[in-house]
């Protein structure tokens, strides 16, 4: 007796059940904390809060204290009777000690131990139910009987008398049949929903797993670009090394050149002081005979040493330095105004050669210190591209394939759309229809990349296409067929196509580069918008079965040129 009524001091008046993690409001009554909580927030927005027990307001929500005195008795209680856990629903004739009900007659409206149960059969048929309180919903709400029946059509339970009433006529089953097919209907959608989640947590899953697999390539990228700019650095430094070196070795031996001329200069500006000096001394002489004497100076002599002595006045010639060349001749020279003049002009020539040296002097061969920037900058665009993985091709336009009104450029890069028709041989690959033409490489393998740029007049096709495309014909046209693919480039936007299936990107054209990527063995080929920041168009995926090669359809005045990227 003690125990049960110590079992319903323990009971939480909202639930009915022993407290779950009892909580205490500032009126002295205490609830599970999930009960109170659920009350309160019914209450939210009334005005006020009140105690469900003895309705004592507060004016804001009031605090919540953890009571762990009674958290602790329920634990205690609980552990001295155990069996009390499972349904916590108690027999009402064992009033002496709890015992735990096994069923519940829905007639009596009493809960029966498995002694009392035995005796309740014997004397009486009443139906009977799991252990539970809550007697009010076994029963019809209008004629106070037991629910026996359930009408589906209704989607009701009734009782004997309600058969006679409103649901007269209606099909009806007994609650347990009713019962037992609403519990295989509900294990049947179980079923499906366990199906339903198990594919929504698969999908989950692999959304979860390419996320990461998306932040691992990121990661790798960042890791990549970063060390592809480390060697970028590397190979700038070492352009910038080569580059000063050439312009130092160059500063180097002009420099080195002119210190020379200087010298040499110098030299003959101190012969030319001495002769001044001397000249200067001579007109100053006023013994005629001696003046007379004294040798002239040729003036003209800027270099090459003395060609006068101071010998009796006699002057030397060419002849007269070599005696065997004196004994040879028959008749030396001695006209010694013919000497000097001969000497005068040797002279003169040599200053005129001197000029010209001087003329020429070097200077800083810019040329060739472009060309060294120039093939470094080459080496690391062949270097990063190589990196990244892709190839960069040159492109040249096959004019055997040109349509009669298509112009090709002498370079054999540029494609304009012209009113005059071309003189050409007849060419068995050549387009009759439309105003295409090809390329003449074609790539059956690996990825590579080019860019094409549009004068944005008329209309320009730019796509990929098998060789054996047709050259006559509406299905001649570039997407119109199955073997080609192609980005439209307008005015109005951008449209691609395929077997003559369009999809309009519904973007206006910003920039006239564009740039297309083919991953061969992929079956990938993406078209780009190189504006700032690059804009990707389009990406067609197929199986390539054939070498593909660059097509371009002009029209109305368009042209359109192979960008060359060195």
């Not at 001749?329 to 200053?351: F, H, I, L, R, Y």
């Amino acid at each position: 007796m003690a125990s049960a009524e110590l079992r319903d001091e323990l009971d939480c008046s909202i639930c009915l059940s022993l407290y779950t993690d009892p909580v205490s409001l500032r009126c002295g009554h205490n609830f599970c904390r999930s009960c109170i909580v659920q009350v309160l927030d019914t209450q939210d927005g009334s005005g006020g809060y009140s105690c469900p027990d003895c309705r004592a307001e507060y004016p804001e929500r009031p605090a919540l204290e953890k009571n762990r005195k009674l958290g602790n008795i329920v634990e205690r209680f609980l552990s001295t009777y155990p069996d009390m856990e499972e349904t916590r629903i108690f027999c009402t004739y064992c009033t002496k000690s709890p015992v735990p009900a096994v069923k519940s007659c829905l007639h009596c409206e009493n809960s029966l131990c498995g002694d009392h149960l035995t005796a309740h059969n014997k004397t009486m048929n009443h139906i009977l139910t799991e252990p539970t309180n809550y007697f009010g919903n076994k029963k019809c709400s209008i004629h106070k009987k037991v629910l026996e029946y359930y009408c589906p059509q209704d989607a009701a339970c009734l009782c004997g008398f309600c058969l006679v009433g409103e649901h007269r006529g209606h099909i009806v089953e007994l609650i347990d049949n009713a019962f037992e097919e609403k519990v295989k209907k509900l294990r049947k959608d179980l079923e499906e929903i366990k199906c339903q989640k198990a594919e929504f947590q698969t999908r989950l899953q692999n959304l979860y797993d390419h996320q990461r697999n998306i932040q691992e390539k990121a990661s790798d990228k960042r890791k990549n670009v970063s060390k592809l700019f480390m060697d970028i650095n590397k190979q700038l430094e070492m352009a910038e090394k080569k580059a000063l070196s050439e312009i130092s070795r160059q500063e180097e031996k002009i420099v080195s050149q002119i210190s020379d001329l200087i010298k040499k200069l110098e030299i003959e500006e101190d012969e030319l002081s001495r002769k001044m000096r001397h000249l200067e001394e001579m007109c100053h002489v006023t013994d005629p005979i001696r003046l007379l004497q004294e040798p002239d100076i040729t003036v003209c002599d800027h270099g090459g040493g003395e060609d006068t002595g101071r010998d009796g006045g006699k002057i030397k010639s060419e002849n007269e330095s070599d005696p065997e060349i004196q004994d040879n001749e028959a008749a030396p020279v001695t006209d010694q105004e013919s000497e000097q003049g001969k000497t005068c002009d040797n002279n003169m020539v040599e200053d005129k050669e001197e000029a010209e040296e001087y003329d020429m002097v070097d200077d800083l061969d810019e040329v060739v210190i472009l060309l060294i920037l120039h093939r470094s900058m080459r080496d690391i665009v062949i270097n990063v591209t190589s990196q990244l993985g892709f190839h960069v091709p040159d492109i040249l336009l096959d004019e055997d394939t040109a349509h009669g009104y298509v112009k090709v450029s002498e370079d054999l890069k540029t494609a304009t759309r012209t009113a005059q028709l071309q003189k050409r041989p007849k060419s068995p690959g050549r387009f009759l229809s439309y105003p295409q033409l090809l390329s003449r490489c074609g790539f059956s393998s690996g990825r590579h990349y080019w860019e094409v740029e549009w004068n944005q007049f008329g209309r320009c096709d730019v796509g990929m296409s098998y060789p054996s495309v047709e050259k006559r014909g509406e299905q001649s046209g570039i997407g119109d067929n199955d073997k080609s693919w192609c980005i439209i480039m307008r005015d109005s936007g951008f449209i691609a196509s395929h077997n003559s299936v369009i999809s309009i990107l519904n973007v206006k054209p910003i920039c006239p580069t564009l740039g297309v990527f083919l991953d061969y063995e992929s079956g990938r080929l993406s078209f780009y918008e190189l504006c700032d920041p690059i804009r990707h168009l389009h990406t067609f995926t197929a199986s390539f079965s054939e070498p593909l090669h660059v097509i371009f359809f002009i029209d109305h005045e368009a042209s359109v040129t192979m960008y060359v990227i060195t």
